[in-house]
C-alpha cells in the first residue's frame, strides 16, 4: 500500500475514533484503510530480554486494557501464563508494554497480545475473553553459567537524508532470493536469527522529511528513488511520534521486530542533527530559537513509548551467557557542548553517573567478552571544525571529550578488564579499527577494536579523519570515497550499506565479527580470541 504521509494525516493517527473488534483484531475497517502499519494487525516487540524478563511492547488504536500471553509452546499450551499490562491511551499514544518476569534462561518464548474485554470476562467470572492483536517469538539469555553459543547484529541510520521506505526497492539477497520493497535489511538479518539486536541510533531522522522523490546519482546508476513520504520535521511530541510511526509502517521492520529481541540506544537525529543539552536552535523555520532541551524532552518521551525499553536510562547492560555482556551508552544526554573539543581541560561525555556506572560495570562483569555499544565512535573524527560530535578532533593531543575516554581506558589497563571491543556506527560507512598504545600519543591502555557500521537505509557518506590520540588504524574501511564516488548515495548502491553480525562460540568463547552489506554478503571478518 502506497501512500501520502503528511503532518495532518500522520497526526490523526494517534487519535483514532473507536471501532469494534473485528474476527480476533483490534481492527475497524477505516482504520486498515488510513494506516499500513495496521494491515496485518498491530505492530509488536519484545526488548531488553535477560535470563528472565523480558519486555513485551505494542500499539493499538483505540483505548483498552493491554493483556500478554506467553508460552513455550507456539499452540499455547497448559503453560500459558496471561500478564495484564498498562491501560492502553491517548496519553501514550495507544502504546504499552508488559515487563514479563520468572522466565527460564536461555528458552524459545511465544507470545500474543491482544485487548482484555474485561465486561465479557466478569460476565464469564474466570475465563478472559481476548482479542489477540498480534503475536511473536523470543529467547531468554543464557543464564551467566551457561557456555552456549550466542550472535546477535546491530544496525543504524534508518530512513535518512531523504532515502525512505521504497516500495519498488529490489534485491538479491546472498542466497539468492529476490527481496522487495522496503527496509529490505530486516529481511536479510533474520536469515541470519541473530539472538538479539542493537539499535545503535539514528533509527529516526525526525529532523530530515523524505520527498516522495529523490533522484539518485549518475555515477551510480541515475533513475529515481520513489518514498513514501513524509512532509515534516518534527518539533511537537505529536510529530516525533509520527517518525516512530513511519518506520513502523514497514512489514519487514515489524516481522523482524516481533521475533527479535532488541537493545535500544538514540543518537541525535532522534532530535536533531548534532545536538547537545542546552542548544538553542536557529531562530528560523521549524525551530525558531527552541531550546534542545525542550526537543529532547518530547523525543525522549516518544523514543520510550515507541521501543521496548525498561526503566528510565538508556544506559544499561545485559548479559547473555558466560562469554558476553553488552554495555549499552547514552552518549547524547549528559554531554557537554559541541565545540572544537579542544579544552585542555576537558569537555563532558558521558556525565559522571554514567562513567562511573560503566567503570564498576566493566569491572565487575565476569564475561569472558565485553562489547561497549558506543554509538559515537571513539576514534573517528566526526562533526566540523566547530561542532565536533563525538570524542575526539583530529589533533594528536588529548584535549576535550578524550580526557573522558582516556581515563576509560587507563581504568581497564589498571583494573586488568581483559577482552573490550567497541561496536558502533552514526558515520554511514564501514570500517574495522585497531587501536594500539605502540601507536598513540597515550600509551598507557590496552589495545582495542572497534568496529564500525551503517547505513541500513541511508545515505553513504566517508571516510572519516581518525584522530591520532589513542593509535587507531583502519584495517578495513569501505566508503563512497574509498570507491571513488561521490557522498550521500542511496540504498540501491547495496555495497555501501551495512550492517553488523558477531557470535561468541560457547565453548571456545572465540568472537567473530562481520560486516556485511544490506544484501547479506560479507565484506570483513575478523576472529578475536580471549586473553
Known amino acids: 500500500m502506497s501512500y501520502h504521509i503528511s503532518r495532518r494525516s500522520f497526526l490523526a493517527l494517534g487519535a483514532a475514533s473507536a471501532g469494534t473488534v473485528v474476527g480476533s483484531q483490534w481492527l475497524d475497517l477505516d482504520s486498515v484503510q488510513a494506516n499500513d502499519s495496521l494491515s496485518s494487525g498491530f505492530p509488536v516487540q519484545v526488548g531488553d530480554v535477560t535470563s528472565d524478563e523480558a519486555i513485551i511492547w505494542t500499539q493499538g488504536d483505540r483505548s483498552s486494557n493491554f493483556v500478554v500471553q506467553v508460552s513455550t509452546s507456539a499452540s499455547f499450551g497448559r503453560d500459558t501464563r496471561t500478564i495484564q499490562g498498562n491501560y492502553l491511551s491517548a496519553a501514550t499514544d495507544f502504546t504499552g508494554q508488559v515487563d514479563v518476569k520468572a522466565l527460564h534462561p536461555g528458552t524459545k518464548y511465544y507470545y500474543r497480545v491482544g485487548s482484555d474485554n474485561r465486561r465479557e470476562r466478569n460476565r464469564r467470572r474466570d475465563k478472559r475473553d481476548i482479542a489477540i492483536s498480534g503475536q511473536g517469538s523470543f529467547q531468554t539469555a543464557p543464564s551467566p553459567n551457561q557456555s552456549k553459543t550466542v550472535r546477535f547484529a546491530w544496525v543504524a541510520d534508518l530512513a535518512g ?56 546519482p549518475a555515477e551510480v546508476g541515475g533513475g529515481i528513488w520513489n518514498n513514501v513520504p513524509k512532509d515534516f520535521v518534527a518539533v511537537t511530541l505529536d510529530e516525533f511520534r509520527a517518525n ?49 532541551d525542550i526537543l529532547a524532552e518530547r523525543a525522549s518521551q516518544a523514543l520510550f513509548e515507541y521501543n521496548p525499553i525498561r ?18 551508552l547514552d552518549e547524547r544526554s549528559f ?10 581541560n576537558g569537555i563532558e561525555m ?42 575526539s ?11 573522558q575516554l582516556r581515563d576509560l581506558l587507563q581504568f581497564i589497563k589498571n583494573e586488568d578488564i581483559k577482552n573490550v571491543i567497541s561496536i558502533t556506527a552514526d558515520v554511514h560507512y564501514a570500517a574495522a579499527i585497531h587501536a594500539d598504545p605502540e601507536r598513540a600519543i597515550f600509551k598507557d591502555f590496552n589495545p ?53 553480525l558477531a557470535e561468541v562460540d560457547g565453548q571456545t568463547a572465540k568472537l567473530t565479527v562481520q560486516i556485511r552489506d544490506i544484501t547479506g554478503k560479507l565484506a570483513y571478518e575478523k576472529v578475536l580470541q580471549p586473553d
Open 161 to 216: 537524508q531523504g532515502w525512505g521506505r521504497n516500495p519498488e526497492f529490489k534485491i538479491k539477497s546472498f542466497d539468492g532470493e529476490t527481496i522487495q520493497g522496503g527496509y529490505v535489511v530486516f529481511d536479510v538479518i533474520r536469515k541470519f536469527k541473530p539472538d538479539f539486536a542493537v539499535f545503535q541510533g539514528d533509527m529516526i531522522y525526525a529532523d530530515n522529511p523524505i520527498p516522495e522523490q529523490q533522484e539518485i
Open 244 to 292: 516512530w510511526k513511519y518506520n513502523l509502517g514497514d512489514e519487514k521492520l515489524r516481522r523482524f521486530l516481533a521475533e527479535t529481541p532488541i537493545y535500544v540506544e538514540w543518537d541525535d537525529h532522534e532530535v536533531t542533527n548534532n545536538w547537545y543539552p542546552g542548544e538553542i536552535l536557529p531562530n528560523d523555520d521549524p525551530y525558531y530559537g527552541l531550546s534542545t
Open 311 to 328: 526503566g528510565e536510562e538508556l544506559f544499561r547492560s545485559f548479559r547473555h551467557g558466560k562469554h558476553l555482556e553488552v554495555f549499552l
Open 335 to 344: 554531554r557537554g557542548p559541541n565545540t572544537q573539543n579542544n579544552d585542555p
Open 350 to 391: 558521558l556525565g559522571s553517573e554514567q562513567f562511573e556506572w560503566l567503570k564498576r560495570a566493566l569491572q565487575r562483569s565476569e564475561a569472558t567478552w565485553k562489547v561497549i555499544a558506543n554509538h559515537d565512535p571513539f576514534t573517528i573524527v566526526t562533526g566540523g571544525t566547530n561542532d565536533r560530535d563525538a570524542w
Open 393 to 403: 578532533q583530529d589533533d594528536s593531543t588529548i584535549l576535550g571529550r578524550e580526557l
Open 448 to 500: 582495542f577494536w572497534e568496529f564500525v557500521i551503517g547505513p541500513i537505509n541511508s545515505g553513504a557518506f566517508g571516510p572519516g579523519n581518525l584522530d591520532p590520540s589513542f593509535g587507531p588504524e583502519y584495517k578495513f574501511v569501505r566508503a563512497p570515497e574509498t570507491e571513488g564516488l561521490p557522498a550521500n548515495l542511496p540504498p540501491s548502491k547495496t555495497d555501501l550499506q551495512f550492517f553488523g
